[in-house]
Each structure stands twice: as structure tokens, then as C-alpha cells.
Nanobody, 118 residues
Framework: QVRLVESGGGLVQPGGSLRLSCAASASISSIKAMGWYRQAPGKQRELVATITTSGSTYYADSVKGRFTISRDNAKNTVYLQMNSLKPEDTAVYYC????????????WGQGTQVTVSS
């Protein structure tokens, strides 16, 4: 079982930026796709972005053009650069390995809280 630890969240004003990190306890170099998810209060967890080993990316429409996902296999880490943040981006952010549209491979970590507010 790989352990995923998210970090980098915090309180930021609208229009600001944050960079989230997801550190894996084992090598991710052979994991085809890694993803970032988020769950806002009272809402279901949703997929935000994914990145494959070849560098292909997917973004939810709500974050396209503002968020950038990247991975560093040497550091077993996946990143999410978030720019032009909006209040509706407020959520707990998690990383995991997607399997289809709704399933993931590993247990969810604690996530990292992102709050966008003035």
C-alpha cells in the first residue's frame, strides 16, 4: 500500500496562487496516471487533474487554464500549481491514482485544505 501525503495548502486571497505537493511513500515511476482531487464542503469529491507517465494531462473545465499538474518521478512527488484562485476553489485537495472515472487505487490521505477568501 502506497501512502500519499498532501501538503502546500493554506489561506489565499482571490487571484492568488498556491503550489500543492503530493509525496508518495514508494516509487511512482511505473504508475501510469496520477491525479489531484478536491472535495468542497457539502459536495462530492471531484477529479481536478491527471497526468500520465508520458506527460499527457487532463483538467476539469473549472480549472482549465489556471491549474497545472506535474510530476517528478525521481522525487516520487506530484504537484498542482494553482493560479488565479477563486473562492469556489476552496476545498480539501487530495492526490491518488485514478482507475476509471470514479475509482482510485489507494486509501485517501488527509488531504490539504485550500481556502480562497478575502
Amino acid at each position: 500500500q502506497v501512502r500519499l501525503v498532501e501538503s502546500g495548502g493554506g489561506l489565499v486571497q482571490p487571484g492568488g496562487s498556491l503550489r500543492l505537493s503530493c509525496a508518495a511513500s514508494a516509487s511512482i515511476s511505473s504508475i501510469k496516471a496520477m491525479g489531484w482531487y478536491r472535495q468542497a464542503p457539502g459536495k462530492q469529491r471531484e477529479l481536478v487533474a491527471t497526468i500520465t507517465t508520458s506527460g499527457s494531462t487532463y483538467y476539469a473545465d473549472s480549472v482549465k487554464g489556471r491549474f497545472t499538474i506535474s510530476r517528478d518521478n525521481a522525487k516520487n512527488t506530484v504537484y498542482l500549481q494553482m493560479n488565479s484562485l477563486k473562492p469556489e476553489d476552496t476545498a480539501v485537495y487530495y492526490c491518488n491514482v485514478p482507475v476509471g472515472p470514479t475509482l482510485v487505487v489507494y486509501s485517501w490521505g488527509q488531504g490539504t485544505q485550500v481556502t480562497v477568501s478575502s
